[in-house]
């Protein structure tokens, strides 16, 4: 009776998630951080003025054209982020693992894109002018740095989703798991209660077998 029933017993017990750790929590933040990410491509990160034989005129560059790493990398962390409420105990923090690794990367591109303008405009420059000549002059908008701090908030997101996935459930297999073997625990218990009181009545509990 005793340790037998102590281990369906203890296997029943489901510990509550902490509000920290909830996981439609972890999920909907990291999705946050990364579209949010994914967002600041959109728009203009590089204004470029270009001479041509022609005239001269202003090229916007957006962030997903000067940095594509960028965007890429910000779907990757969306869709991993979502992967996360879905996956299995392991490959959660493979997820949040990779969230971590995304973040960084991403940051370090957008980071990038604001040091080295020219590097990262040469293609849509180079589509204009029909040369390899740099453009007469860069002005960066504040999207890069605003990027490159989403993806450091992506990471701290990854590390996040690494400690709050130890505190989830395994899902609703393990919920009908330790649902049966409570009910199991309880029908030994009544059992062996039932034994008692025949053996007191001075009846053989056997006889019911």
Do not use: C
């Not at 994914?38 to 022609?54: G, H, M």
């Amino acid at each position: 009776m005793g340790e037998n029933q102590a281990l369906p017993a203890e296997a029943a017990r489901v510990r509550p998630v902490p509000g920290w750790a909830k996981p439609a929590r972890v999920m909907l933040g990291s999705m946050a951080v990364s579209a949010a990410a994914f967002l600041t491509t959109l728009p203009t990160w590089i204004r470029a003025e270009v001479s041509t034989v022609v005239a001269t005129s202003t090229l916007d560059i957006s962030g997903a054209d000067a940095g594509p790493t960028v965007s890429a990398l910000a779907l990757v962390a969306l869709v991993a982020s979502v992967a996360l409420r879905i996956a299995g105990p392991k490959l959660r923090k493979v997820l949040a693992l990779l969230l971590v690794g995304v973040g960084v990367g991403l940051a370090v591109a957008a980071f990038g894109v604001h040091a080295d303008p020219q590097a990262a405009s040469m293609a849509q420059v180079s589509a204009i002018t029909g040369t390899n000549a740099p453009a007469d002059s860069y002005e960066v908008t504040v999207l890069p740095l605003l990027s490159a701090a989403f993806g450091v908030l992506v990471a701290l997101a990854g590390v996040w989703a690494f400690v709050a996935t130890s505190h989830w459930k395994t899902g609703r297999k393990y919920d009908r798991s330790a649902a049966r073997a409570a009910r199991l625990a309880s029908a030994e218990e009544t059992d062996e209660i039932d034994a008692w009181d025949a053996l007191s009545e001075g009846k053989d509990p056997t006889e019911r077998l």
